[in-house]
């Protein structure tokens, strides 16, 4: 292979080294609807979610961290999911008041709560447990 040839081969790998750059990865496709709950409090929250009419899964959260709540969609860039419920004991008490909340999940291509889900926050006033989201 003589030099012309290696430079014309060199300029058209940068070309399509280019060109890939510029095109969305598969990464970047959205791959499921996500929703994260954080809390406001000072100790772990047990709750449960649902997707649809599916079972209830039981979660907790506790300070300082995210409980991820993930919808997988059937291929890429689908974004639609079943909705998402919360079911929680808003009374801070001995006795068991279950307080269930429709919550939204945004699509997203990451598990980054911050940058690409939908964020909820437990909080407690006049004793009470809250979820609310950070546009409330």
């Not at 290696?6 to 940068?14: D, E």
């Not at 961290?65 to 909705?83: A, D, F, G, I």
Request: net charge negative.
């Amino acid at each position: 292979m003589n030099g012309a040839h290696c430079k014309y081969l060199a300029g058209a790998f940068v070309l399509l080294a280019a060109l890939a750059g510029s095109l969305p990865a598969t990464a970047q496709s959205k791959r499921f609807a996500l929703a994260c709950v954080s809390t406001l409090t000072d100790h772990k929250i047990n709750f449960e979610y649902r997707w649809g009419d599916e079972d209830w899964t039981a979660a907790s959260v506790g300070p300082g961290k995210w409980q991820l709540l993930m919808w997988r969609y059937n291929r890429p860039n689908e974004n639609r999911s079943p909705p998402l419920q919360v079911r929680y004991d808003d009374d801070m008490s001995k006795r068991t008041n279950y307080a269930i909340t429709d919550i939204e999940a945004y699509a997203a291509s990451s598990e980054n709560c911050e940058d690409q889900g939908k964020t909820y926050h437990f909080y407690v006033e006049d004793g009470e447990l809250f979820l609310s989201d950070d546009e409330a």
